[in-house]
């Protein structure tokens, strides 16, 4: 896992990234707040880097991240055929207004389309 630790332990931490890939791989958006998603960034386009090679051995690489199996087909059979001749960059952060309760700066991460 990458740089911040975000206050929580490394299991944690290690479980809510797998959940917010699978979440984001779902909804092709989801909305956290901006530490998180400059985290969730590098992840996400490693895993779709990887979908790119549509080999068992790629498949088997990502569903240690995404346990969902549905998500898994999605990824490989509609998002990175829709990245085959990018190079990179598959994902962009859009800063929103900041949380009401906290006052958190939460933004929006998406896949390019």
Same mark, same amino acid.
């Given at each position: ?8 332990? +490394? ?8 959940n ?12 956290? +707040?901006?530490?998180?998603a400059?985290? %969730? ?5 490693? %895993?779709? +880097? ?5 080999? @068992? ?5 990502? @569903?240690? =991240? =995404? *346990? ?26 859009? *800063? ?6 906290d006052?958190?700066? %939460?933004?929006?991460?998406?896949? =390019?389309?």
């Amino acid at each position: 896992m990458p740089g911040r630790k975000l206050g929580k332990t +490394t299991s944690h931490r290690k479980a809510m990234f797998n959940n917010m890939i699978t979440d984001f791989f779902r909804h092709e958006r989801i909305q956290t +707040t901006l530490p998180k998603a400059k985290e %969730l960034r590098p992840l996400v386009e490693k %895993l779709i +880097t990887t979908a790119r090679t549509n080999d @068992l051995h790629s498949r088997r690489k990502v @569903l240690r =991240v =995404v *346990k969902d199996k549905e998500v898994v087909q999605r990824l490989f059979d509609e998002i990175a055929p829709r990245f085959a001749d990018r190079p990179g960059g598959y994902t962009r952060i859009l *800063k929103v207004y900041p949380r009401r309760g906290d006052g958190a700066e %939460l933004a929006i991460i998406e896949l =390019v389309e």
